[in-house]
């Protein structure tokens, strides 16, 4: 069973920047992907960008050249940098693992807010 944790959501102003951080623990072994998905205000939940555990990284079109993931398979974390941010990018981010076995594991969910 793996356990994730989340910090770094709160209020910026447009333009402004933010860093989200997840840190797993228990199954880690396992852990095939981890990434973000977020869910505004009356919308279902979509992914943002994820990372496999051989590096390779999928973002969103709406985040390209503007979100950076980045994986530490040493501390088992992964960090999602969010540059030039938007009202739109406003929603909770929850961190997401994959297992190499098919199970889907999230985390608790974090609040980011962009408004002036």
């Known amino acids: 069973q793996v356990q994730l944790v989340e910090s770094g959501g709160g209020l910026v102003q447009p333009g402004g920047s933010l860093r989200l951080s997840c840190a797993a623990s228990?199954?880690?072994?396992?852990?095939?992907?981890m990434g973000w998905y977020r869910q505004a205000p009356g919308k279902g939940r979509e992914l943002v960008a994820l990372v496999s555990n051989r590096g390779r990284t999928t973002y969103a079109d709406s985040v390209k050249g503007r979100f950076t993931i980045s994986r530490d398979n040493a501390k088992n974390t992964v960090d999602l940098q969010m540059n030039s941010l938007k009202p739109e990018d406003t929603a909770v981010y929850y961190c997401?693992?994959?297992?190499?076995?098919?199970?889907?594991?999230w985390g608790q969910g974090t609040q980011v807010t962009i408004s002036s």
């Open positions: 228990g199954g880690i072994d396992s852990i095939w992907s």
């Open positions: 997401n693992s994959v297992a190499a076995h098919g199970s889907v594991y």
